[in-house]
């Protein structure tokens, strides 16, 4: 069987239909984990044939040099449609903070290192400020997604960076947080597969990704083909930030 690992937070429900009948049939094992790192060492070690992950994760594996894997399919936002989205920096509706200036040595909460939005987004916006980001904000692990902004309001962190489409898609965020910055420039997940794998099974895989239908409640939009020139800006961004360098 081949392997896929799936980071679970990004919300495709390998363990039901029509995941289950569609994997099995292709000869695919999922496995689906929070665990970003080791999902990292993984795929630097090349252990999944394939696996769903942050842009991020693909980023790095490239700028290493390692050829062994390339993008299948890439997430799109659910209310454009497009393979691009925004993260919002929110703080509590009553905190004086008017733009990511004002919170110097605040607690800012994000999901993992890996996460486009919640942490490689703020560190981005720092760096093109000229701040050391590491240095600037406290960064805490909190819940993900609409888990981020509750953190935010009960007080457990003062910011978070979070999708604004995970954002908008909760009406009562708008009275009990505000935004004060925002990075357009985030791209969204991909399924990326081994350089090597069975054109079959690729073309399979990839027919049933991008006619599968997401859950409206769910964090991203319908797949479509992964294509370089859609991370390339985002691939740039990235390359500022001293961490990605090494």
Same mark, same amino acid.
């Given at each position: 069987?081949?392997?896929?690992?799936?980071?679970?937070?990004?919300?495709?429900?390998?363990?039901?239909?029509?995941?289950?009948?569609?994997?099995?049939?292709?000869?695919?094992?999922?496995?689906?984990?929070? #665990? /970003? %790192? *080791?999902?990292?060492?993984?795929?630097?070690?090349?252990?999944?044939?394939?696996? &769903?992950?942050?842009? @991020?994760? +693909?980023?790095?594996?490239?700028?290493?040099?390692?050829?062994?894997?390339?993008?299948?399919?890439?997430?799109?936002?659910?209310?454009?449609?497009?393979?691009?989205?925004?993260?919002?920096?929110?703080?509590?509706?009553?905190?004086?903070?008017?733009?990511?200036? #004002? /919170? %110097? *040595?605040?607690?800012?909460?994000?999901?993992?290192?890996?996460?486009?939005?919640? &942490?490689?987004?703020? @560190?981005? +916006?720092?760096?093109?400020?000229?701040?050391?980001?590491?240095?600037?904000?406290?960064?805490?692990?909190?819940?993900?997604?609409?888990?981020?902004?509750?953190?935010?309001?009960?007080?457990?962190?003062?910011?978070?960076?979070?999708?604004?489409?995970?954002?908008?898609?909760?009406?009562?965020?708008?009275?009990?947080?505000?935004?004060?910055?925002?990075?357009?420039?985030?791209?969204?997940?991909?399924?990326?597969?081994?350089?090597?794998?069975?054109?079959?099974?690729?073309?399979?895989?990839?027919?049933?990704?991008?006619?599968?239908?997401?859950?409206?409640?769910?964090?991203?939009?319908?797949?479509?083909?992964?294509?370089?020139?859609?991370?390339?800006?985002?691939?740039?961004?990235?390359?500022?930030?001293?961490?990605?360098?090494?």
């Amino acid at each position: 069987m081949l392997s896929f690992v799936v980071d679970q937070n990004l919300g495709l429900p390998t363990c039901i239909e029509p995941w289950t009948t569609t994997l099995t049939q292709a000869g695919i094992a999922a496995r689906e984990s929070t #665990d /970003l %790192a *080791g999902i990292d060492r993984a795929l630097a070690e090349h252990q999944p044939d394939l696996a &769903y992950v942050p842009a @991020a994760s +693909l980023y790095r594996l490239l700028r290493c040099g390692a050829q062994h894997y390339r993008g299948l399919a890439i997430a799109t936002s659910k209310f454009t449609g497009d393979p691009r989205q925004t993260s919002v920096l929110v703080v509590r509706s009553d905190d004086p903070a008017s733009s990511v200036a #004002d /919170l %110097a *040595g605040a607690q800012c909460g994000y999901i993992n290192s890996s996460c486009t939005s919640s &942490y490689f987004a703020p @560190a981005i +916006l720092l760096t093109a400020q000229g701040k050391s980001w590491s240095e600037f904000l406290q960064f805490v692990p909190v819940p993900a997604w609409q888990g981020q902004i509750d953190a935010v309001v009960s007080g457990r962190v003062r910011a978070t960076m979070v999708l604004e489409d995970v954002w908008k898609t909760t009406p009562e965020n708008a009275s009990t947080t505000r935004i004060v910055a925002r990075y357009d420039n985030c791209r969204p997940p991909v399924v990326i597969a081994r350089e090597s794998l069975e054109k079959g099974v690729r073309t399979t895989l990839l027919d049933a990704l991008i006619s599968w239908v997401p859950d409206w409640n769910g964090v991203y939009g319908a797949f479509k083909p992964f294509y370089y020139a859609d991370v390339h800006g985002f691939f740039h961004d990235l390359d500022q930030l001293a961490e990605c360098r090494r």
